[in-house]
Antibody, heavy 120, light 107 residues
Framework: EVQLVESGGGLVQPGRSLKLSCAAS????????MAWVRQAPKKGLEWVAT????????YYRDSVKGRFTISRDNAKSTLYLQLDSLRSEDTATYYC?????????????WGQGVMVTVSS | DIQMTQSPASLSASLGETVTIQCRAS??????LAWYQQKPGKSPQLLIY???SLQDGVPSRFSGSGSGTQYSLKISSMQTEDEGVYFC?????????FGGGTKLELK
């Protein structure tokens, strides 16, 4: 069974940092591009970042460029998101998601999500 | 960025009723469209990709269609477990963008 399990969320002050992890199982992690998608409370879905299967390329939404870093450890089947210089508008549930194996981007498996609250 | 607009924002349907949700892209996305269902307190689940391909395990009452800038999701016979919020998402260009969601309730 394909599983994605996020961890590392919590309450953090503005300007501080947090690191999220996503442990994958049930599939060959190194074969897939992976992404983080977030959802602010009572709001819609917002793509945050993607990393290619081998970690050679990364992509970010403009509002997090220079502040967030996506990375992966294929030996540990784990995806990461380093969140620096956090702002109140980063408050959201962050989902780890697997990208489907096609040319166009979609997300065929999602974790349960981890809450990040940025507040003083 | 490609803007995705869903309609309606909410609707209610009776058991067995056919439901259609619309999604419009701000430019041609060449069928690079996915649909997701999200139930309260849960993560989104993929229903349709490539505008019309049914994800494994998804009931056949769900179907997707469309081309260019106009797409739709149809539920052929509303069931209790179909309540939730539905999102469309374009995957042709970065950044991937989602529609605002359609809340579907049982009447």
């Amino acid at each position: 069974e394909v599983q994605l399990v996020e961890s590392g969320g919590g309450l953090v002050q503005p300007g501080r940092s947090l690191k999220l992890s996503c442990a994958a199982s049930g599939f060959t992690f190194s074969d897939y591009n992976m992404a983080w998608v977030r959802q602010a409370p009572k709001k819609g879905l917002e793509w945050v970042a993607t990393i290619t299967y081998d970690g050679s390329s990364t992509y970010y939404r403009d509002s997090v460029k220079g502040r967030f870093t996506i990375s992966r450890d294929n030996a540990k089947s784990t995806l990461y998101l380093q969140l620096d210089s956090l702002r109140s508008e980063d408050t959201a549930t962050y989902y780890c998601a697997r990208e489907g194996p096609t040319v166009t981007t979609f997300f065929d498996c999602w974790g349960q999500g981890v809450m990040v609250t940025v507040s003083s | 960025d490609i803007q995705m607009t869903q309609s309606p924002a909410s609707l209610s349907a009776s058991l067995g009723e056919t439901v259609t949700i619309q999604c419009r892209a701000s430019e041609d996305i060449y069928s690079g469209l996915a649909w997701y269902q999200q139930k309260p307190g849960k993560s989104p689940q993929l229903l349709i990709y490539g505008a019309s391909s049914l994800q494994d395990g998804v009931p056949s009452r769900f179907s997707g269609s469309g081309s260019g800038t106009q797409y739709s999701l149809k539920i052929s016979s509303m069931q209790t477990e179909d309540e939730g919020v539905y999102f469309c998402q374009q995957g042709l260009k970065y950044p991937p963008t989602f529609g605002g969601g359609t809340k579907l309730e049982l009447k």
